[in-house]
């Protein structure tokens, strides 16, 4: 650290200190006695308590030292800088890579420190905003791929297909293995797609659907998303900063507020933004429906169905529990939520989430009408206004701040390690 770094309390620096002995110590997460489990646990709520206490009084300073000498870090980048430089407050480099590869019931749960530094950071009114608008950028990864874009209208990844066709981008998900359901490797290619889409300038409106699966009890069906993949998140491979927050601030965010990014009519909106339709085949399952929240209309065959099925795999459903009630009432989002209810798409309550029901066979006939209703270019900046009074971003910054660390907990929450172990084997 500098002379110009704000230096950590001694006491939290001692207590970090204790965690790591007694990690160095103890046997490894899955080996550990009930006694030993119950030491460790105390030492880092200690640690983490004097941690919370510091942030709240540095986490402006901490952040300005941290990005001075950038345009801004994504929030994978930021915890990296901060492990660098403020050592102690962050887990370093050792603790997280000694955890990555583990399966999730056998990490130390380092994530949780970072949350801590996340809510921190994003709750501050200062930072908070500087690092969202750095999550609103486009990824190197979708510069480097927009040339060809531009070029072919097409890209074609593992987990996404995109292509332009007459002014209207059409974003497959083709996770045909695993019904769509995502892991970190979706999440990169969402936002890659959701980026090029935004800065083609031909692309007028897009369209979200999933594609034909090969999961032999859905073999040749469209399958709109089957949520949060727990093979993955049970294989410990789903983090808190590249999947989880990543999802929430990024591409899903992009959808709703747009791309940050230098235009010709910046001096009057900051951001691009494009309307989005979603297409429900069969069923939107936990993140499946969040991705519909975050839509301008939502088109649904007949025999789909709706749920975000949070208290059954005991984890937060990202910015569900923000944006459902503002389509549905509180009433339902707590039954949705909390009770696990499905809404079929023909039941009377689905209407809150749904803007046109038809058959199967008539789906792509439905979204060539919607995508021709939201061309009008009156769309863009109506739908800038709506998104404006529905969800501030001042409100949108308070909850994923909470999210950050109360999600981190509900990663290594004994129920949730024990209900993925279960579901790992299931893929709907």
């Not at 399966?103 to 380092?110: N, V, Y």
């Not at 009890?217 to 709109?224: A, D, T």
């Not at 439905?366 to 404006?388: D, F």
Request: aromatic share 6%.
């Amino acid at each position: 650290m500098t002379a110009h770094d704000p230096a950590p309390w001694p006491q939290a620096l001692e207590a970090d200190t204790h965690v790591d002995k007694l990690v160095a110590t103890l046997p490894e997460p899955a080996a550990r006695t009930d006694a030993q489990r119950a030491e460790i646990a105390a030492a880092k709520n200690t640690a983490r308590a004097l941690r919370t206490a510091y942030l709240d009084r540095h986490a402006d300073t901490v952040y300005r030292r941290l990005t001075e000498d950038t345009a801004g870090l994504r929030i994978a980048e930021l915890l990296d800088a901060a492990a660098d430089r403020f050592p102690g407050l962050v887990p370093g480099p050792d603790r997280t890579a000694a955890d990555r590869g583990r399966r999730q019931a056998d990490k130390e749960g380092w994530e949780i420190d970072q949350g801590v530094f996340l809510r921190a950071v994003l709750r501050s009114p200062h930072a908070g905003p500087h690092l969202l608008d750095a999550m609103l950028r486009p990824t190197d990864r979708a510069r480097g791929l927009l040339p060809e874009f531009l070029r072919t209208g097409v890209l074609h990844t593992r987990s996404v297909r995109l292509e332009r066709r007459d002014g209207t981008a059409h974003l497959t998900l083709c996770r045909d293995d695993c019904l769509n359901a995502e892991d970190e490797q979706q999440v990169d290619d969402m936002e890659t797609a959701v980026d090029l889409v935004l800065l083609d300038p031909a692309v007028r409106v897009a369209v979200l659907r999933g594609g034909e699966m090969t999961h032999p009890r859905y073999r040749g069906k469209r399958v709109f998303s089957a949520g949060i993949n727990l093979k993955a998140l049970h294989a410990g491979d789903i983090s808190l900063a590249g999947f989880l927050l990543r999802r929430e601030t990024g591409y899903l965010r992009k959808m709703v507020a747009g791309l940050l990014v230098d235009h010709d009519a910046s001096w009057h909106s900051r951001t691009v933004e494009k309307p989005w339709i979603a297409a429900v085949d069969t069923f939107a399952i936990g993140g499946g429906m969040q991705i519909l929240l975050a839509c301008d209309t939502v088109l649904a065959a007949s025999d789909a169905y709706l749920s975000l099925p949070a208290a059954r795999e005991g984890i937060v459903p990202g910015a569900g529990n923000f944006r459902l009630g503002r389509h549905t009432g509180p009433r339902i989002s707590r039954q949705v939520i909390l009770g696990g209810r499905r809404l079929w798409a023909t039941e009377p309550d689905a209407r809150h989430l749904i803007d046109e029901v038809v058959e199967p066979d008539a789906l792509d006939a439905a979204v060539e009408r919607a995508a021709e209703r939201l061309r009008s270019p009156a769309v863009v900046i109506n739908r800038h206004m709506l998104n404006a009074a529905e969800e501030p971003p001042e409100e949108f910054r308070r909850y994923i701040a909470e999210f950050a660390l109360q999600q981190a907990l509900r990663l290594y929450g004994e129920d949730v390690l024990t209900k993925v172990g279960r579901f790992a084997g299931r893929t709907a």
